[in-house]
């Protein structure tokens, strides 16, 4: 399978966002105008999802249970 310049955009965007780089920083680095462009080449897992929600929960609550409604409402 022959690699092309453009993959290329696509490996490097996504473990900038693993990494925590926002999707802002990483349209300015593709040179994209628009989010919504970012996030297409910077794919997002659901653990980096879980990763992200688990930084807001309040000690002691169900973190799979809110975890499981927001894959539900994505699902939808």
């Known amino acids: ?3 092309h310049f453009h993959d290329l955009r696509h490996d490097f965007a996504t ?3 693993r990494a925590g780089g926002g999707i ?3 349209a300015r680095l593709l040179g994209h105008s628009t989010l919504a462009m970012a996030t297409r080449y910077a794919h997002i897992e659901d653990p980096t999802l879980r990763a992200s929600v688990r ?3 309040a000690p002691g609550e169900k973190r799979e249970k ?3 409604l927001a ?3 994505d699902a939808t």
């Open 1 to 3: 399978m022959p690699v």
């Open 15 to 17: 473990p900038v966002r």
């Open 24 to 26: 802002d920083a990483i």
């Open 55 to 57: 930084g807001v929960l």
């Open 66 to 68: 809110v975890i499981d």
């Open 71 to 73: 894959a539900r409402r």
